[in-house]
Protein backbone atom coordinates (compact mmCIF):
# COMPACT_ATOMS: atom_id res chain seq x y z
CA UNK A 1 0.00 0.00 0.00
CA UNK A 2 3.28 2.69 0.56
CA UNK A 3 4.61 1.24 -2.51
CA UNK A 4 1.70 2.51 -4.44
CA UNK A 5 0.82 5.72 -2.34
CA UNK A 6 4.84 6.81 -3.43
CA UNK A 7 3.81 6.30 -7.08
CA UNK A 8 1.00 8.22 -6.81
CA UNK A 9 2.61 10.94 -5.06
CA UNK A 10 5.30 10.67 -7.70
CA UNK A 11 2.85 10.90 -11.11
CA UNK A 12 1.49 14.01 -9.43
CA UNK A 13 4.35 15.47 -8.90
CA UNK A 14 5.72 15.00 -11.90
CA UNK A 15 2.18 16.72 -13.24
CA UNK A 16 2.98 19.78 -11.39
CA UNK A 17 6.26 20.20 -12.60
CA UNK A 18 5.25 19.81 -16.36
CA UNK A 19 2.11 21.92 -15.85
CA UNK A 20 4.57 24.57 -14.61
CA UNK A 21 6.66 23.77 -17.49
CA UNK A 22 3.86 24.41 -19.93
CA UNK A 23 3.09 27.99 -18.01
CA UNK A 24 6.65 29.10 -18.48
CA UNK A 25 6.91 28.88 -22.05
CA UNK A 26 3.50 30.74 -22.97
CA UNK A 27 5.20 33.76 -25.24
CA UNK A 28 2.63 37.07 -24.26
CA UNK A 29 1.15 38.40 -27.51
CA UNK A 30 2.80 41.89 -27.97
CA UNK A 31 1.12 44.73 -29.97
CA UNK A 32 2.74 46.43 -32.53
CA UNK A 33 2.13 49.62 -34.51
CA UNK A 34 5.24 49.37 -37.33
CA UNK A 35 5.39 50.54 -40.36
CA UNK A 36 4.43 46.74 -41.65
CA UNK A 37 1.47 47.07 -38.98
CA UNK A 38 0.11 50.05 -40.66
CA UNK A 39 0.08 49.06 -43.94
CA UNK A 40 -1.47 45.47 -43.17
CA UNK A 41 -4.36 47.84 -41.38
CA UNK A 42 -4.55 50.33 -44.11
CA UNK A 43 -5.26 47.50 -46.47
CA UNK A 44 -2.38 47.91 -48.83
CA UNK A 45 -2.37 44.41 -49.58
CA UNK A 46 -0.02 44.83 -52.68
CA UNK A 47 2.07 46.93 -51.00
CA UNK A 48 2.48 44.13 -48.10
CA UNK A 49 2.87 41.38 -50.36
CA UNK A 50 5.87 43.50 -52.41
CA UNK A 51 7.64 44.26 -48.95
CA UNK A 52 7.35 40.84 -48.32
CA UNK A 53 8.62 39.57 -51.32
CA UNK A 54 11.63 41.67 -51.75
CA UNK A 55 12.76 40.71 -47.88
CA UNK A 56 12.08 44.08 -46.84
CA UNK A 57 9.25 43.52 -43.84
CA UNK A 58 12.00 43.13 -41.61
CA UNK A 59 13.70 46.19 -42.40
CA UNK A 60 10.18 48.32 -41.69
CA UNK A 61 9.48 46.77 -38.69
CA UNK A 62 12.90 48.04 -37.15
CA UNK A 63 13.49 50.83 -35.26
CA UNK A 64 13.71 53.32 -38.12
CA UNK A 65 12.84 55.99 -37.97
CA UNK A 66 11.73 55.69 -41.82
CA UNK A 67 9.52 57.63 -43.81
CA UNK A 68 6.92 55.52 -46.20
CA UNK A 69 5.20 57.11 -49.06
CA UNK A 70 2.80 53.87 -49.66
CA UNK A 71 1.07 52.82 -53.07
CA UNK A 72 -2.85 52.45 -52.98
CA UNK A 73 -3.67 48.49 -54.62
CA UNK A 74 -5.25 50.17 -57.39
CA UNK A 75 -1.39 51.97 -58.17
CA UNK A 76 0.26 48.65 -57.98
CA UNK A 77 -2.77 47.50 -60.34
CA UNK A 78 -1.65 51.01 -62.45
CA UNK A 79 2.20 49.48 -62.14
CA UNK A 80 1.19 45.91 -63.43
CA UNK A 81 -0.83 47.02 -66.34
CA UNK A 82 2.30 49.16 -68.18
CA UNK A 83 3.56 46.11 -68.75
CA UNK A 84 2.31 42.68 -70.72
CA UNK A 85 4.80 40.72 -69.36
CA UNK A 86 3.06 41.87 -65.70
CA UNK A 87 0.39 40.14 -64.47
CA UNK A 88 1.07 40.04 -61.05
CA UNK A 89 3.88 40.94 -58.41
CA UNK A 90 5.57 38.03 -58.96
CA UNK A 91 6.81 38.53 -62.57
CA UNK A 92 8.44 41.99 -61.57
CA UNK A 93 12.20 40.71 -61.07
CA UNK A 94 13.16 40.65 -57.27
CA UNK A 95 15.52 43.11 -58.03
CA UNK A 96 13.88 45.91 -60.01
CA UNK A 97 10.42 45.90 -57.09
CA UNK A 98 13.23 46.28 -54.80
CA UNK A 99 15.18 49.28 -56.28
CA UNK A 100 11.36 50.55 -56.74
CA UNK A 101 9.81 50.24 -53.14
CA UNK A 102 13.25 51.55 -51.07
CA UNK A 103 12.50 54.67 -53.41
CA UNK A 104 9.67 54.96 -51.44
CA UNK A 105 11.68 55.15 -48.62
CA UNK A 106 13.41 58.03 -46.40
CA UNK A 107 15.60 57.86 -43.35
CA UNK A 108 14.16 59.33 -40.40
CA UNK A 109 10.37 60.96 -39.77
CA UNK A 110 9.11 63.12 -41.92
CA UNK A 111 5.48 64.55 -42.00
CA UNK A 112 4.02 66.55 -44.25
CA UNK A 113 4.64 69.94 -42.21
CA UNK A 114 8.26 68.84 -42.95
CA UNK A 115 8.08 68.96 -46.93
CA UNK A 116 9.37 71.31 -49.21
CA UNK A 117 10.46 72.19 -52.72
CA UNK A 118 13.56 70.20 -52.90
CA UNK A 119 14.63 67.16 -53.76
CA UNK A 120 15.42 64.43 -50.61
CA UNK A 121 17.59 60.99 -50.53
CA UNK A 122 15.83 57.79 -51.08
CA UNK A 123 16.64 54.35 -49.66
CA UNK A 124 16.97 53.14 -53.20
CA UNK A 125 20.92 53.77 -54.83
CA UNK A 126 22.08 54.28 -58.53
CA UNK A 127 25.58 54.50 -59.56
CA UNK A 128 28.28 54.06 -57.29
CA UNK A 129 25.54 53.24 -54.94
CA UNK A 130 24.79 56.47 -54.16
CA UNK A 131 20.95 57.81 -52.94
CA UNK A 132 18.48 58.18 -55.84
CA UNK A 133 16.83 61.28 -55.71
CA UNK A 134 13.06 61.82 -55.22
CA UNK A 135 11.70 65.20 -56.08
CA UNK A 136 9.01 66.81 -53.67
CA UNK A 137 6.66 69.86 -54.65
CA UNK A 138 4.45 71.35 -52.55
CA UNK A 139 3.67 75.06 -53.98
CA UNK A 140 0.94 73.73 -56.43
CA UNK A 141 -0.11 71.05 -53.59
CA UNK A 142 1.87 67.74 -52.49
CA UNK A 143 3.53 65.94 -55.36
CA UNK A 144 6.36 63.50 -55.41
CA UNK A 145 8.58 62.60 -58.85
CA UNK A 146 6.63 64.95 -60.79
CA UNK A 147 3.25 63.02 -60.57
CA UNK A 148 2.66 60.84 -57.54
CA UNK A 149 0.11 62.61 -55.64
CA UNK A 150 -0.92 62.00 -51.60
CA UNK A 151 -4.25 60.60 -51.14
CA UNK A 152 -6.58 63.18 -48.81
CA UNK A 153 -6.66 61.35 -45.71
CA UNK A 154 -3.97 59.29 -45.65
CA UNK A 155 -0.97 61.28 -44.91
CA UNK A 156 0.71 61.92 -41.75
CA UNK A 157 -0.31 57.84 -40.45
CA UNK A 158 1.79 57.33 -37.40
CA UNK A 159 3.71 54.22 -36.61
CA UNK A 160 6.01 53.15 -34.00
CA UNK A 161 9.08 53.38 -36.18
CA UNK A 162 8.16 56.33 -38.47
CA UNK A 163 5.22 57.86 -40.96
CA UNK A 164 3.85 56.69 -43.69
CA UNK A 165 1.96 59.07 -46.33
CA UNK A 166 -0.44 56.85 -48.98
CA UNK A 167 0.08 57.87 -52.21
CA UNK A 168 -1.87 57.31 -55.77
CA UNK A 169 0.97 55.78 -58.20
CA UNK A 170 3.96 53.66 -57.79
CA UNK A 171 6.92 56.04 -57.89
CA UNK A 172 9.15 54.76 -60.46
CA UNK A 173 13.02 55.77 -60.13
CA UNK A 174 13.91 58.26 -62.77
CA UNK A 175 16.98 58.70 -64.84
CA UNK A 176 18.62 62.10 -65.60
CA UNK A 177 16.31 62.80 -68.50
CA UNK A 178 13.05 62.14 -66.12
CA UNK A 179 15.16 64.28 -63.71
CA UNK A 180 15.12 67.31 -66.02
CA UNK A 181 11.45 66.39 -67.44
CA UNK A 182 9.66 66.72 -63.66
CA UNK A 183 11.84 70.02 -62.83
CA UNK A 184 10.26 73.33 -64.31
CA UNK A 185 13.02 74.92 -63.83
CA UNK A 186 14.64 72.97 -66.38
CA UNK A 187 12.23 73.78 -69.17
CA UNK A 188 14.03 75.65 -71.49
CA UNK A 189 16.96 72.92 -71.18
CA UNK A 190 14.43 70.12 -72.37
CA UNK A 191 13.28 72.22 -74.51
CA UNK A 192 16.70 72.43 -75.80
CA UNK A 193 17.15 68.19 -76.00
CA UNK A 194 14.52 68.13 -77.63
CA UNK A 195 14.40 70.68 -80.71
CA UNK A 196 13.55 68.53 -83.74
CA UNK A 197 16.09 70.32 -85.87
CA UNK A 198 19.00 67.72 -83.82
CA UNK A 199 20.32 65.38 -85.66
CA UNK A 200 22.13 64.22 -82.37
CA UNK A 201 19.08 62.17 -80.55
CA UNK A 202 19.85 63.74 -76.95
CA UNK A 203 16.97 61.76 -75.20
CA UNK A 204 18.06 58.51 -76.37
CA UNK A 205 21.85 58.94 -75.45
CA UNK A 206 21.02 60.13 -71.78
CA UNK A 207 18.33 57.53 -71.35
CA UNK A 208 21.06 54.84 -71.92
CA UNK A 209 23.45 53.31 -69.38
CA UNK A 210 25.91 56.34 -68.75
CA UNK A 211 26.57 57.00 -66.32
CA UNK A 212 26.69 60.66 -66.43
CA UNK A 213 27.56 63.83 -64.95
CA UNK A 214 25.55 66.52 -66.15
CA UNK A 215 25.42 70.49 -65.63
CA UNK A 216 22.54 71.85 -66.54
CA UNK A 217 21.51 75.00 -66.93
CA UNK A 218 18.68 76.81 -65.37
CA UNK A 219 15.57 78.50 -67.27
CA UNK A 220 17.05 81.58 -66.26
CA UNK A 221 20.26 81.19 -67.90
CA UNK A 222 19.05 80.24 -71.25
CA UNK A 223 16.89 83.79 -71.35
CA UNK A 224 20.56 85.09 -69.99
CA UNK A 225 21.68 83.43 -73.44
CA UNK A 226 19.06 84.22 -75.36
CA UNK A 227 19.68 88.16 -73.96
CA UNK A 228 23.30 88.21 -75.92
CA UNK A 229 22.29 87.48 -79.20
CA UNK A 230 19.15 90.46 -80.74
CA UNK A 231 18.40 87.71 -82.96
CA UNK A 232 17.83 85.52 -80.66
CA UNK A 233 13.87 85.59 -79.15
CA UNK A 234 13.45 81.70 -78.64
CA UNK A 235 15.77 78.57 -78.87
CA UNK A 236 14.08 78.17 -82.21
CA UNK A 237 16.54 81.13 -83.71
CA UNK A 238 19.56 79.77 -82.29
CA UNK A 239 21.76 77.88 -85.35
CA UNK A 240 21.44 74.02 -84.77
CA UNK A 241 24.82 73.63 -84.84
CA UNK A 242 25.62 75.86 -81.90
CA UNK A 243 22.70 74.05 -79.77
CA UNK A 244 23.96 71.38 -80.65
CA UNK A 245 27.98 72.06 -79.38
CA UNK A 246 26.77 73.83 -76.71
CA UNK A 247 24.95 71.22 -74.93
CA UNK A 248 27.22 68.33 -75.45
CA UNK A 249 29.91 70.45 -73.49
CA UNK A 250 27.41 70.22 -70.21
CA UNK A 251 27.40 65.99 -70.64
CA UNK A 252 30.27 64.26 -68.89
CA UNK A 253 30.17 60.69 -70.35
CA UNK A 254 31.06 57.64 -68.36
CA UNK A 255 31.31 59.17 -64.93
CA UNK A 256 28.99 59.77 -62.32
CA UNK A 257 30.66 62.69 -60.22
CA UNK A 258 28.59 63.92 -57.00
CA UNK A 259 29.62 67.24 -55.53
CA UNK A 260 32.42 66.02 -52.80
CA UNK A 261 33.99 64.28 -55.49
CA UNK A 262 34.82 67.65 -57.29
CA UNK A 263 38.56 68.79 -57.55
CA UNK A 264 40.14 71.57 -58.92
CA UNK A 265 41.31 70.82 -62.64
CA UNK A 266 40.25 70.14 -66.30
CA UNK A 267 37.11 68.11 -66.61
CA UNK A 268 36.48 66.28 -70.56
CA UNK A 269 32.84 66.86 -71.32
CA UNK A 270 31.47 65.22 -74.77
CA UNK A 271 31.97 68.62 -75.92
CA UNK A 272 34.94 70.46 -74.91
CA UNK A 273 36.95 70.98 -71.66
CA UNK A 274 35.65 72.70 -68.56
CA UNK A 275 37.86 73.85 -65.78
CA UNK A 276 36.57 72.70 -62.15
CA UNK A 277 37.55 75.51 -59.64
CA UNK A 278 36.63 75.24 -55.77
CA UNK A 279 38.54 77.93 -54.38
CA UNK A 280 35.34 80.41 -54.65
CA UNK A 281 33.30 78.08 -53.66
CA UNK A 282 31.85 75.74 -56.40
CA UNK A 283 32.46 77.32 -60.28
CA UNK A 284 33.29 76.09 -63.65
CA UNK A 285 35.16 78.22 -65.82
CA UNK A 286 34.81 77.18 -69.44
CA UNK A 287 36.78 77.79 -72.45
CA UNK A 288 35.38 80.48 -73.03
CA UNK A 289 36.06 82.36 -70.11
CA UNK A 290 32.98 82.46 -68.85
CA UNK A 291 32.80 81.87 -64.79
CA UNK A 292 29.83 79.58 -63.97
CA UNK A 293 28.54 78.86 -60.60
CA UNK A 294 27.17 75.58 -59.43
CA UNK A 295 23.58 76.46 -57.65
CA UNK A 296 22.25 73.28 -57.52
CA UNK A 297 24.09 69.45 -56.62
CA UNK A 298 23.99 66.10 -56.90
CA UNK A 299 19.98 65.81 -57.95
CA UNK A 300 20.58 61.64 -58.50
CA UNK A 301 19.25 59.49 -61.00
CA UNK A 302 19.38 55.78 -62.11
CA UNK A 303 22.21 56.66 -64.80
CA UNK A 304 23.44 59.65 -63.44
CA UNK A 305 23.76 62.60 -61.65
CA UNK A 306 22.54 66.37 -62.33
CA UNK A 307 24.27 69.58 -61.05
CA UNK A 308 22.23 72.85 -61.72
CA UNK A 309 23.93 75.91 -62.81
CA UNK A 310 23.11 79.77 -63.67
CA UNK A 311 24.79 79.95 -67.10
CA UNK A 312 24.63 78.46 -70.08
CA UNK A 313 28.41 77.24 -70.97
CA UNK A 314 29.69 77.93 -74.37
CA UNK A 315 32.40 76.38 -75.89
Known sequence: MRRITKIFIAVLMVGSFMSCDEEETVIP?????????????????????????????????????????????????DLLDS????????DIPVETLRSVLLFHVLSGNVTSSDLSDTYVNTLSTGPNDEPLSLQIEVSDGIEFNGEADPVAGSIDISASNGTVHVIDEVMLPPNVV?????????????EALTDERHTTDFVSILSGNGPFTIFAPTDGAFEALLDTNDEWDSLGDIPIETLDAVLKYHVVNGANVQADQLSNGDVATIGGTITIDLTSGAQIITSSNQTVNIAVTDVQGTNGVIHGIDTVMLP
Do not use: C
Not at 84 to 90: D, G, H, K, M, Y
Open 29 to 77: QVETNTIVDVAINSNLSSLVAAVTRVDLAGTLSGDGPFTVFAPTNEAFE
Open 178 to 190: TLALNNDGFSSLV
Open 83 to 90: NEAWNSLN
